[in-house]
């Protein structure tokens, strides 16, 4: 998904997350997901989650059902107090069946050709 010197973005503040909301225009993936244990959800770079924005009855892990890695959404509903938050979608199903956006951050310096800063300040 995300190209050289980018990871999937994984929020690690409120303003972080607000940035991110603010740009995507459809439900899109982020860089959060359980991958080494169900329900212990980290970022993709594998640093610990320090923050999070569940949506209402999130992560819902489809009663038990996903035995494989969750990779989570934030949902774009711009008229809705829900726009922004998150939601967990099973690997396989969602990866195989659903084209989402993503959203990719960086270790780039700001001015660097294709550069949006991992700091949201910094690419205001």
Same mark, same amino acid.
């Given at each position: 998904m995300c190209k050289l010197r980018?990871?999937?973005a994984c929020p690690s503040n409120s303003q972080q997350n607000e940035f991110i909301a603010s740009i995507i225009r459809s439900t899109s993936w982020i860089?959060? @997901?359980?991958y080494n244990k169900e329900g212990e959800f980290l970022c993709s770079n594998s640093d610990k989650l320090t923050y999070n924005k569940w949506g209402p009855d999130q992560p819902d892990n489809t009663d038990g059902a996903r035995d494989v890695a969750d990779f989570v959404?934030? @949902?774009y509903e711009p008229q809705s107090e829900n726009h922004g938050s998150w939601a967990d979608q099973g690997a396989m199903v969602y990866l195989m069946e659903y084209k989402y956006s993503y959203v990719c951050e960086s270790d780039c310096q700001e001015g660097e050709d294709g550069c949006i800063p991992n700091d949201p300040a910094k690419a205001a």
């Open positions: 980018r990871n999937l860089g959060v @997901l359980d959404t934030m @949902l």
